[in-house]
Every structure is written in structure tokens, then in C-alpha cells.
């Protein structure tokens, strides 16, 4: 199998792969997260260079995987419908202090993780002086406070 | 009086242009590579032939990737002897060889290899890694038959 077909094949699957994984896999890096994506590049380098190390190959290989990368990002931005199947939409865990835990389960957050973000970006200390908090595309999550939370 | 912003729009439609070249280089740059045209594709596999022996190769290899050759032969006895000659024979690294071959020597320009005839066509594979950048030519004949010659050219 050539191999530009080969990269764009793993391009595809590892997209799949951490789309399913979820928003939070890669935002709330642990050690542990960060050991399995070296094991899982380390596996990814062997099955796409093969026996070519040659540098026509690397330019190849780097030309497909930012090629498919940028066709992508224009096929996002032409069709809404595409990026949010792809990334995932803005999930809303907490409304007006009131944490949903239906969104919270699914997405694998917890109230601690929720609390945690309104301390770091806020400065908040209650779930009550959140107005909303939204988990991100990102895997980040934003905390817009009550009015008059922070007086 | 406010200091005009630090825009131009010849440069932004100057960077645009630019960027759209680059798209379309890289673009091209992978469809050759898909299509084999850089090596290791469809495009990149041909055959050569004559009334004893048919050998399919690659046209472009790149450098310290392995390539093979495919020799289907006809032969006249109980064995099948195959002359591998090239225009730098201390490049020649042949390896692995499919069948083993009964015996096999090395000559001044490449080496030459006896083989059991399989009776009817015998089919050989030669596997080999260039080691130079640029155009080689690679001789092969069987059974002292006319030879083929095959030009390659290495990417580095």
C-alpha cells in the first residue's frame, strides 16, 4: 500500500479514535494519558514508515498529514454539520448553579472538575455563583459566574 | 489625530496568493506520491520483457528503501540461471532472495544465481536496497539469454 494512503488511513482512524475517546481525554492530561500517546505514536511511526526511512518519504508523508488537515478544516468551515460531527458541540454541565448530571455523566465530568475550573478562571468558590458552565469543543471548561457572583 | 492601522490589502492579497500556491504545491505533492510517480505507487510498477524472461520493477526508488524484483522465466533445463548485474555492483545488496537460490557467486559487475526450474514458468523475487542517490541501470539475464536492461532512478 503506497504510503500516502497509509498516513491518510491512520489520519482517519485516530481522528475516530480520540472522537470517541471523548472531549476530556486530552484535556485533563495525566501522566498515564501522556505514557499512552507516546506508546500510541511509537506504533503509528512503525506502521507508516515501514522499511522507508528515505526523505522523500518523510516529505511525503508530513505534506499528506498537513494536506488532509487543512482540506479538512475547509470542509468544516463550509459544512457546520461536519465540524460538529466530527469534534463534538459545547455540552452545558451547570445552569444557574444547578448541576446537570445527565450532560455531566456522559461526558465523564464531576462536580470537583466543574468547581476546579470556576476557582482557576474566576476565582468562584460555590456552584451557586455559576450561571453556566460549558464544557468545550476543546475539552476545556468555561465557567460564565452569576451576576454579582464575585462581590 | 489616530495613527492609521497597520493593515495593507495588497499584502493580505499578496499572502492569500502565496498561500493558495502552497496549498495547491502540496496538493500536487501528495496526488504524485498517491499515484507513485515519487515512488511506491501504481504508476511507479513496469515490466520488461523479452522472449525468455519477464521482469516487473519499480521505476523510481528511493534511498535505503528496499525494492524487488519480479522475474518469471522460462527455462530450458532442470535449472534456471539468473545474471543480476548493475552500473555499481557494490550497491547491489540483494536480500532475501525467493526460492533460496542452489548456488550463487559474486562477479566483477553483480552476482550470478542458479536456481531449480520449477518446471514451466519459474518465478523469482529479488529483494534489494539502493544505496546511492541518482540513475542506475540494472542488468539481468537468464540463462545467458539477451539481457534486459533497466533504468532506475533513486530519491534521496
Known sequence: MPPVLRIAIIYAFLMLLFRLAGHRTLADISTFDFVLLLIIS???QQAVVADDPSLTNAILLCSTLVGLDIALSLWKHRAPGIEALL???PVLLVHHG??????MHTMRVDVDDVLAAARLSQG?????QIRFAVLEKSGGISIIPEPGARD | MSAPLPFSGYAARKS???QLIGFATLWLLVLLGALGVLGKGPLNETAIANDRVKVEYERVLRLRASTEFRIAASPTG?????????????????DPIVPEPETWRVTAHGALLDFAA??????LA????????GVREVRIAVDHAERLSIRQVVLP
Open chain 1, 42 to 44: 511509537e506504533m503509528v
Open chain 1, 87 to 89: 469534534e463534538g458541540a
Open chain 1, 98 to 103: 444547578r448541576p446537570l448530571s445527565d450532560a
Open chain 1, 124 to 128: 468562584l468558590e460555590r456552584l451557586d
Open chain 2, 16 to 18: 492569500r496568493r502565496v
Open chain 2, 78 to 94: 532442470p535449472r534456471v540461471r539468473v545474471e543480476i548485474e548493475s552500473t555499481d555492483p557494490s550497491e547491489l545488496e540483494l
Open chain 2, 118 to 123: 520449477q518446471g514451466g514458468e519459474t518465478r
Open chain 2, 126 to 133: 529479488l529483494r534489494e536496497t539502493p544505496r546511492r542517490i
